[in-house]
């Protein structure tokens, strides 16, 4: 066969376990050549190159190659390692002795090889009087024959190496950082240009770095091709790999983080391109060599990161309007299908909590219903909106300060009047109007909030109050450019000790009186705050907690029967309003009712609330 440039290291045919190192791993010039038993180290391993027909053999523990002692062309002359100069001292020819038995190679059988000098080409590489022991001296040595026809001391195997030292640790967690200490990330996000940092895990030493990138070009689903594996430590021939430099990081034991100390600069715009897709490998390089001879490295490991386009989000306006609120906002990043989570509060109060909009363009408007506000802010209010705003790459997070304002049109006034219905109800009546709605606002434990009344047609809505407490009714109205809204308390519906669930289409009541007056165990706040998880259940895929009543139908009482509570347990929805003004959405899960005599029975009623 040829012998191909490359790593080697060479045997001696006396021993194939001896193989030619550099004496003591010397990184000296005028080291000598030796014997030595295998140890798959640098000092045992050469570059072999070709220069002008002729071979040169460069030792990796070094970066000098060998080299017949002041070029003297005599027999006995020691070889060394020395700086590469050129001279025919350190140039070789390599004489493959096709018509000699083969020699096995990691199995295979190939040709023995004879090494001679360029100064005479008689003048052999030898082994030092045929001998075969440790430390052997390797010099030149007039091709010589002995009784068996061969002289095994200048007889050499060439065993096929390469860089890589499994011994070397192989770094971890390839990522990126935007500083110089940071951790390692698979995705940034930036804008215009930025320097980045390679960042890993890894030990103490030198190493080496490559990247390549690729650009994700806008408004496609298609890339540019992959650049080529490119070094910020000076361009090496080997596939882009740079120079060896020592990662900045802490020096104690193999998981600290590591940083390349230059940093590669990133550009992302929206205009052609709006993200970076760069893969960078980073490798240990042999700890006491220099990096210009091309010494071994470990196994490499590779990132692929992405760096993607850091979008900016700002409001216009927060406005109230005849449903609710309206977030007026704008991304300078030009791309549709995003998603807003925000926080709106007028001073330490809530009035709207991790509300969610989805499938957004970069720019428009939201609109935040009622029945998601905890209350009305007035005109020109001072609100302060956190927000995390997520595009289709990346997320931002940020806060800014509003006022809220109502939208054009509105002044106009809101009469109201009341009436009583069945079953502690009451109607009110707004009048005729091209739109109106009217809002039960409760407050409960866990902040307040919006029900929608039931419209009753003309200008007429069903309330179906809390019982026992004072509560409010939020009205809106529209006439063409015109709108209006009004806040109205109203006092506490007397409910006594009842307990009543409005259940069906018509908002039938089924109701009693309890036998023990206690809140405790209607009290929301207490319930919202016992440190359970809610379990989620079926008839609404919602958080739910237990709500449970066991009491005794009281006689004198227009209460129901065992057949309501029959109807009553397979309502899947109800609201249910206790005398201590709670008031819920729940699902019945299941009813007990027993008759204790002509007017009064013992009643078990298990539910879930709907909606928390």
């Given at each position: 066969m040829t012998i191909e440039d490359g790593v080697y290291s060479i045997a001696s045919l006396l021993d194939d376990n001896q193989r030619i190192d550099v004496q003591w791993a010397s990184t000296a010039a005028m080291a000598i050549l030796h014997l030595w038993n295998t140890n798959d180290t640098n000092a045992q391993k050469v570059l072999v190159t070709t220069h002008g027909g002729y071979k040169r053999f460069k030792a990796l523990c070094s970066g000098l190659v060998w080299d017949v002692m002041w070029a003297e062309e005599k027999s006995g002359t020691t070889v060394w390692q020395?700086?590469?100069?050129?001279?025919?001292?350190?140039?070789?020819?390599?004489?493959?002795?096709?018509?000699?038995?083969?020699?096995?190679?990691?199995?295979?059988?190939?040709?023995?090889?004879?090494?001679?000098?360029?100064?005479?080409?008689?003048?052999?590489?030898?082994?030092?009087?045929?001998?075969?022991?440790?430390?052997?001296?390797?010099?030149?040595?007039?091709?010589?024959?002995?009784?068996?026809?061969?002289?095994?001391?200048?007889?050499?195997?060439?065993?096929?190496?390469?860089?890589l030292d499994d011994k070397l640790s192989v770094p971890a967690g390839v990522g990126i950082s935007l500083t110089p200490t940071g951790e390692g990330l698979s995705s940034v996000a930036i804008k215009g240009t930025q320097t980045l940092y390679p960042a890993w895990t890894g030990?103490?030493?030198?190493?080496?770095?490559?990247?390549?990138?690729?650009?994700?070009?806008?408004?496609?689903?298609?890339?540019?091709?992959?650049?080529?594996?490119?070094?910020?430590f000076g361009l090496r021939t080997d596939d882009g790999w740079g120079d060896a430099w020592a990662a900045t990081g802490s020096d104690?034991?193999?998981?600290?983080?590591?940083?390349?100390?230059?940093?590669?600069?990133?550009?992302?715009?929206?205009?052609?391109?709006?993200?970076?897709?760069?893969?960078?490998?980073?490798?240990?390089?042999?700890?006491?060599?220099?990096?210009?001879?091309?010494?071994?490295?470990?196994?490499?490991?590779?990132?692929?990161?992405?760096?993607?386009?850091?979008?900016?989000?700002?409001?216009?306006?927060?406005?109230?309007?005849?449903?609710?609120?309206?977030?007026?906002?704008?991304?300078?990043?030009?791309?549709?299908?995003?998603?807003?989570?925000?926080?709106?509060?007028?001073?330490?109060?809530?009035?709207?909590?991790?509300?969610?909009?989805?499938?957004l363009p970069y720019s428009g408007t939201i609109d935040i219903p009622c029945s998601q506000l905890s209350f009305i802010p007035e005109d020109n209010a001072s609100a302060t909106i956190s927000y995390k705003w997520t595009t289709i790459d990346t997320s931002v997070t940020g806060t800014e300060a509003k006022s809220v304002t109502y939208t054009s049109g509105h002044g106009s006034s809101i009469s109201a009047s009341f009436e009583p219905s069945d079953g502690f109800c009451e109607?009110?009546?707004?009048?005729?109007?091209?739109?109106?709605?009217?809002?039960?606002?409760?407050?409960?434990?866990?902040?307040?909030?919006?029900?929608?009344?039931?419209?009753?047609?003309?200008?007429?809505?069903?309330?179906?109050?809390?019982?026992?407490?004072?509560?409010?009714?939020?009205?809106?109205?529209?006439?063409?450019?015109?709108?209006?809204?009004?806040?109205?308390?109203?006092?506490?519906?007397d409910g006594r000790s009842q307990v009543i669930w409005n259940y069906e289409d018509d908002w039938s009541a089924l109701r009693y009186e309890m036998n023990v007056d206690t809140k405790t165990a209607f009290d929301y706040a207490s319930q919202l705050t016992s440190g359970r998880d809610f379990e989620v259940v079926s008839f609404g895929g919602s958080k739910a907690k237990d709500i449970n009543i066991n009491a005794v139908l009281a006689p004198g009482l227009d209460h129901g029967s065992s057949s309501d509570f029959e109807r009553l347990s397979g309502c899947r929805f109800a609201i249910l309003r206790t005398p201590f003004g709670s008031w819920h959405e729940v699902a019945v899960l299941e009813v007990s009712h027993g008759q204790k005599g002509p007017d009064s029975a013992d009643v078990s009623v298990r539910m879930k609330e709907v909606s928390l």
């Open positions: 020395y700086p590469e100069n050129g001279t025919v001292a350190q140039d070789w020819n390599i004489v493959e002795k096709t018509a000699e038995p083969a020699v096995s190679i990691n199995g295979s059988p190939q040709s023995a090889v004879e090494i001679n000098s360029r100064l005479n080409t008689s003048l052999c590489l030898d082994a030092q009087w045929g001998a075969k022991a440790n430390g052997t001296a390797i010099w030149v040595y007039e091709r010589t024959s002995v009784p068996t026809g061969i002289n095994l001391a200048q007889r050499w195997a060439m065993h096929k190496d390469s860089f030990g103490a030493g030198a190493y080496q770095l490559r990247y390549r990138m690729r650009q994700h070009k806008t408004g496609s689903s298609s890339w540019t091709a992959w650049g080529n594996w490119t070094s910020p104690t034991g193999n998981s600290s983080t590591r940083h390349h100390t230059a940093g590669i600069d990133f550009n992302v715009e929206q205009a052609v391109y709006d993200k970076i897709e760069a893969q960078v490998e980073v490798r240990r390089f042999q700890a006491n060599g220099n990096a210009a001879y091309g010494h071994t490295h470990g196994a490499s490991a590779t990132g692929t990161v992405s760096v993607v386009y850091r979008p900016a989000l700002t409001f216009d306006e927060v406005s109230c309007s005849p449903d609710g609120i309206k977030v007026g906002y704008a991304s300078d990043f030009a791309r549709d299908g995003n998603k807003l989570t925000c926080d709106i509060k007028v001073g330490a109060k809530t009035l709207a909590a991790n509300y969610e909009a989805s499938s109607v009110i009546d707004l009048g005729q109007h091209a739109s109106a709605k009217a809002w039960l606002l409760l407050e409960r434990g866990d902040g307040a909030r919006f029900v929608e009344c039931e419209s009753l047609g003309e200008g007429k809505f069903s309330i179906l109050p809390p019982l026992g407490v004072d509560y409010e009714i939020y009205c809106a109205t529209t006439d063409g450019s015109n709108w209006a809204t009004a806040l109205i308390k109203r006092p506490a519906v």
